[in-house]
């Protein structure tokens, strides 16, 4: 049976896709271009209670973001770095968008989310022939990963992933849904697997100074999402910069801010806004 929270994790997932697959985007010289809007074929994105959720409203945050993530994949494909890792990638097309001879991309996320995008990387009209569950060891390979109960080292392990060679790990709009404990155990597994010329690149959603964050959370939860409880990750910046200290990354350029509004609501009688902050940090 599918809780409120996975119906809703469904919807933003599918938002997130269908959304970025209407903007102008780039693409390496061997990239497809076309295969974003191929991956996202007949998703539908509806709310919990089956009512179509309306793309539009996600351009304004995609329109940042997409293009946050994208500059920094094809950053690190001109810089030599050899090893994607995708956290949460859900239907992400930046693995064939920004293919490039010697790259692998691995993209991790929810089994029953990896089988629906194995089925759909099957049918593109690319080369993608190669692409198995887990097993892929070319150019793309998709590994199924629970990251509140599963261990991301020894998933990435087995899907072939190099821990002696530097990677760019990307987590776009996927530590929000992950409880405070969880989101620590993935940034301590992905640290085992981190090389020196590392890259760790995140959205963290943040609240202003001096509120409780859990209470944020638990707000966030009743007023916007009716008690269904799929925001988890909430915190001040500098917590989130102290979070990503902890496990060994040091946040570029720390003093400055790279964002977008993501929502205002009342905490405690106080209008809050809540802020989609860009993290970008080298392995120290
Ligand atoms: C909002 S979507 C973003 C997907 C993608 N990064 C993008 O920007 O389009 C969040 C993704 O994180 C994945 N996710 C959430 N919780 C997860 C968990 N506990 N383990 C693995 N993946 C998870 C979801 O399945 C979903 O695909």
Redesign the pocket.
């Known amino acids: 049976m599918t809780t409120r929270a996975e119906k809703t ?2 919807m ?2 599918e ?3 269908l959304g ?1 697959a209407e903007l102008d985007r780039p693409r390496t010289a061997e990239g497809d271009a076309t295969a974003g809007r191929t991956l996202v074929d007949g998703l539908r994105a509806v709310d919990p209670s089956g009512e179509p959720s309306d793309i539009s409203l996600s351009l304004g945050l995609l329109a940042p ?2 293009p946050y ?1 994208d500059r920094l994949v094809l950053n690190a494909v001109a810089a030599g770095t050899r090893q994607v890792v ?7 097309d930046r693995a064939l968008r920004f293919r490039h001879s010697g790259v692998r991309f691995f993209d ?3 089994p029953d ?1 990896v089988a629906d995008k194995a089925r759909r990387l099957r049918t593109l009209d690319t080369d993608v022939s190669h692409v198995t569950l887990d097993t892929d060891v070319s150019h793309v390979t998709l590994a199924a ?6 261990d991301v080292a020894d998933v990435l392990a087995r899907a072939g992933h190099d821990a002696a060679q530097p990677s760019l790990f ?5 530590v ?3 409880r405070p404990y ?1 989101v620590e155990r993935l940034l301590a597994g992905i640290s085992t697997r981190t090389a020196a010329g590392s890259t760790l690149a995140l959205t963290a959603e943040v609240h202003p100074a001096g509120l409780d964050s859990s209470l944020v959370v638990s707000t966030v939860d009743d007023v916007m999402f009716d008690g269904a409880g799929p925001l988890r990750g909430i915190r001040t910046r500098d917590a989130w910069l102290t979070l990503l200290e902890q496990h060994g990354w040091q946040v570029e350029d720390a003093a400055g801010t790279t964002a977008v509004d993501h929502f205002r609501l009342p905490v405690d009688g106080t209008t809050v806004q809540i802020q989609t902050q860009f993290l970008t940090a080298a392995a120290a």
């Open positions: 994790l469904t933003i997932r938002v997130c896709a970025r973001r997409a993530f995708n956290l949460g990638a859900g239907y992400d991790l996320d929810l989310v990963v629970d990251f509140a109960t599963g990307i987590a776009e709009h996927l929000l849904f992950l969880d």
